[in-house]
């Protein structure tokens, strides 16, 4: 069984037939999902479904996009949660995206601060969302000297890939690896160190391949855990069995 680590199952798209999606997730070898929050809105949902759902877990975290609207008070209150409730397992999604810019550049280095502070008060692996900063996320973890960092759906190239695994942090792969277009981003995975990958969907966001075009949802994973076995010259059991260990390594579930 695999693990969907890093979906948004906690906002509205997934309202109208959550319990359809859920059961699709279980036909599909999906046992567990890991709801990751973008602000304090998605950050409480997440972990309401985590508290309503055994195989449901959560983080807290305030994407780039939302670093203009911090405050003092949202940090105050994922503290709160995170140290009243087992199931907050990580810290994210945060980082930088120069791609967009939807906050100042400098917004979102204070807001990307703060939680890798969170992150490391509090021992919890922090969720990397980077787009076009590498280099800049790169150089504030570096300062940190963060041991458990996550790059959620990985998309930078092979040898910055390198400089992350010779840290032990993780690369995650979404389905954009099985666009016939990505044949570097498969060569990433062809390289990865098996003890260095999560598997995730990002959905509603994301869509493999064969679903482009709808919305993603948890149950799609298995195709991109299927292009990363065959990557790998692997079966999905053993793939499987190595996505659960890494899991299991950072995220202690
Ligand atoms: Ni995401």
Not at 73 to 93: C, P, R, S, Y
Not at 150 to 166: S, T, V
């Amino acid at each position: 069984m695999l693990i969907d680590s890093h979906c948004h199952l906690n906002i509205k798209d997934f309202d109208q037939d959550f319990d359809e999606v859920v059961k699709r997730m279980f036909e599909n070898k999906i046992s567990r999902v890991i709801n990751v929050g973008c602000d304090l809105k998605t950050s409480k949902r997440a972990l309401d479904l985590a508290d309503k759902y055994d195989y449901m877990y959560a983080t807290v975290g305030l994407h780039p996009h939302e670093a203009k609207n911090f405050s003092k008070d949202i940090l105050d209150e994922f503290e709160v949660m995170i140290e009243n409730n087992q199931k907050i397992i990580g810290i994210g999604e945060t980082g930088l995206d120069y791609f967009r810019n939807l906050s100042t550049e400098e917004e979102q280095k204070t807001v990307f601060n703060a939680q890798i502070g969170l992150a490391k008060r509090y021992n919890l692996p922090l969720i990397i969302h980077c787009r076009e900063a590498y280099e800049d996320v790169y150089e504030i973890l570096v300062q940190y000297d963060l041991k458990k960092v996550i790059f959620h759906c990985f998309a930078g190239n092979l040898e910055f890939a390198k400089k992350l695994w010779n840290h032990n942090w993780i690369t995650s792969f979404t389905g954009i690896i099985t666009y016939p277009k990505n044949i570097e981003l498969r060569e990433i995975v062809k390289n990865c160190p098996i003890n260095s990958f999560l598997l995730e969907t990002d959905c509603p966001y994301l869509s493999p391949q064969k679903f482009r075009g709808q919305r993603n949802e948890p149950a799609f994973m298995i195709e991109t855990a299927k292009c990363l076995a065959e990557c790998k010259s692997l079966d999905l059991a053993e793939v499987a069995e190595l996505e659960n260990q890494n899991i299991k390594n950072i995220f202690g579930i």
